[in-house]
């Protein structure tokens, strides 16, 4: 089980650029076995998976970010972060941070989950 936490979340408008952190812990992790995701819940609907990285860095992205969003880690610092850019009033959302026991992101393996990180977009 890993500890995630994530923060630089907050209002901004529409076009601009926030950048997300998720801070890894745990008694025991290595960060080429796990995958590590972006997911977002906007009020009322379902939470959607909208970015994910492999343990070998390999990115995967959702169509409604896909050129604006960039998904990395920092090995050194134990961080996953997601750079959003050009953002929409529609990226409005609370965003979590996941954590998967599978290297290639094929499964959802003893899934560790953040609090959430709220982010306001506005025109």
């Known amino acids: 089980q890993v500890h995630l936490v994530e923060s630089g979340g907050g209002s901004v408008q529409v076009g601009g650029s926030l950048r997300l952190s998720c801070a890894i812990s745990g008694a025991t992790f290595d960060l080429n076995a796990l995958c590590l995701r972006w997911f977002r819940q906007a009020p009322g609907r379902d939470r959607d998976g909208i970015a994910a990285?492999?343990?070998?860095?390999?990115?995967y992205y959702g169509l409604s970010v896909k050129g604006r969003f960039t998904i990395s880690k920092d090995r050194a610092k134990n961080t996953l972060y997601l750079q959003m850019n050009s953002l929409k009033s529609e990226d409005t959302a609370m965003y979590y941070c996941?954590?998967?026991?599978?290297?290639?992101?094929?499964?959802?393996?003893?899934?560790?989950w953040g609090r959430g990180t709220q982010v306001t977009v506005s025109s």
């Open positions: 990285l492999s343990g070998t860095d390999t990115p």
């Open positions: 996941a954590a998967d026991q599978s290297p290639t992101c094929e499964a959802t393996e003893q899934r560790s």
